[in-house]
Structure formats: structure tokens, C-alpha cells
């Protein structure tokens, strides 16, 4: 409780005696590089053979001949949608750009960069870490949006390719009772999980204690919390937006 207690601070920490606007325009543009654009290949990759392992393996599973080709593309619709794009997405980006954040915040607390900057009356936590999160809660939803998109797409590729359904059943799938609050549902979940991944990975890092050792441990513990709090936060969401 007393760690949950000084993350929360740690986030109140983030809105107190602020720089300029420019100065965090800069910022920010910067860690949506670092952030955003430098993922996009990661993503791209996993998201295509995410969709295209979904076709394939659907495919494989509905057997029965009452049930109709087309289904199959709905199946990989939703599942991409709803889970895939944001969840799974989410997990390797805590895995890349989390482990990164407590890295990069884990190495200038223990080199005393962090300190340098307290001494000289900045808040460390408003400059270090408000760009992060602002730039990841911008970027993050665009990579779910790509890697949907990709993924759908894998999964004609596998429907082309692998001879498991005729394209025109798949799109006629893509179609089928389509609801429009699963983009909706994805975009909520997307920026739910790009504010956690960011704020943990940040706080992790930037608490470390040690050497050079305790960043990689930190960087570790980054992923892990993050991922754990991805999980449950997608229960919590899928009950309070799906079922009730």
C-alpha cells in the first residue's frame, strides 16, 4: 500500500510548478519519436501474423459444416478489435517502450541527473515525465489503430495465401453485425493502457536506487507491473463497459 500510495503522489507530482509550453511542445514531439514512431515496425510485424495466425487457427477450429465461412472473418474482426490490437499490443509495448522509459529515468537517477536538475529548482518529475505519458497517450492509440488495420489484413494474406477460405467470405465477414462501440471500446482501452504503461515504467524508473544493476531490475519490474495492471485493467473495463 505504501508504494501504491507514493505512485499516486508521484502522479500529483506531475501537474506542480510546470515549465513553459514551448519547452514541453519540444519534449513531447521528441518522445513521440522515441515513443511512437520508432514502434511502428515492432508493431507492424507482430500485428500481421497476429491476424494471420487468427484466420489460420479459426479456420482450423470451425470444422462443422452447418457453420459458414464467413464467420471465420468475423471471428478474427472481433477478436482483433476488441483484444489483439489493444491488449496484445500493449504487452509488447510495455515490453519495449516501458523497459526503455525505466531505463532511460533509471540511468540519470543513479548518474544524479535527476538530482542536478532538483538542485537547480525544476521539478524532475513535471519535465521527465509529463512529455513521456502526454506523448504516449497521443501515440499509443494510433499504433492500436495500425495494428488492427495490419492485423485484418494479415488475416486475408493467411486467406489468400493458405487456402483456408475464399476472400470474398472473409470480407463478407469483416461485414457481418458489425458494432460500432467496439472502435469505441479499443480506443477507451488504448488510452487506459497507454497511461499505465507510461506512468509505472516512469515511476519505476525513476525510483531506482543503486547501480547499474537495480536499472536493469527496474526495468524488469516495469514490464511486470505493467503488464499485470494491462490484464486487470482490461477485466475491469470489459465489465464495466461490455456486461453492465
Known amino acids: 500500500m505504501s508504494r501504491l500510495g507514493q505512485y499516486i503522489l508521484f502522479i500529483g507530482a506531475l501537474f506542480k510548478n510546470p515549465e513553459s509550453f514551448r519547452t514541453y511542445m519540444k519534449l513531447i514531439l521528441d518522445e513521440c519519436i522515441l515513443i511512437g514512431i520508432n514502434s511502428i515496425v515492432l508493431v507492424s510485424i507482430v500485428s500481421v501474423f497476429m491476424g494471420a495466425v487468427s484466420t489460420l487457427q479459426t479456420a482450423y477450429n470451425l470444422v462443422n459444416p452447418l ?34 522509459i525505466a531505463g532511460n529515468l533509471g540511468t540519470m537517477r543513479i548518474t544524479e541527473q535527476i538530482d542536478a536538475l532538483e538542485v537547480m529548482g525544476i521539478n524532475s518529475v513535471s519535465y521527465l515525465v509529463l512529455p513521456k505519458i502526454i506523448a504516449t497517450l497521443f501515440m499509443y492509440p494510433f499504433l492500436v489503430i495500425l495494428a488492427g488495420s495490419l492485423a485484418i489484413g494479415g488475416g486475408y494474406l493467411a486467406a489468400e495465401l493458405g487456402s483456408v477460405l ?35 515504467s516512469a515511476f519505476m524508473g525513476y525510483y531506482t536506487q543503486g547501480g547499474a544493476l537495480e536499472v536493469g531490475q527496474s526495468s524488469t519490474r516495469a514490464v511486470t507491473v505493467s503488464c499485470i495492471a494491462i490484464l486487470l485493467s482490461d477485466f475491469v473495463l470489459a465489465q464495466l463497459l461490455l456486461v453492465s
Open 67 to 100: 457453420i459458414p465461412d464467413n464467420v471465420i472473418g468475423l471471428v478474427v474482426r472481433d477478436l482483433t478489435i476488441l483484444e489483439l490490437a489493444p491488449t496484445i499490443t500493449a504487452i509488447i509495448f510495455a515490453g519495449k517502450v516501458g523497459s526503455s
Open 166 to 200: 475464399a476472400p470474398a467470405d472473409y470480407f463478407l465477414g469483416l461485414k457481418l453485425e458489425f458494432n460500432e462501440f467496439s472502435i469505441t471500446f479499443a480506443l477507451i482501452k488504448s488510452v487506459v493502457f497507454a497511461f499505465l504503461v507510461s506512468s509505472i
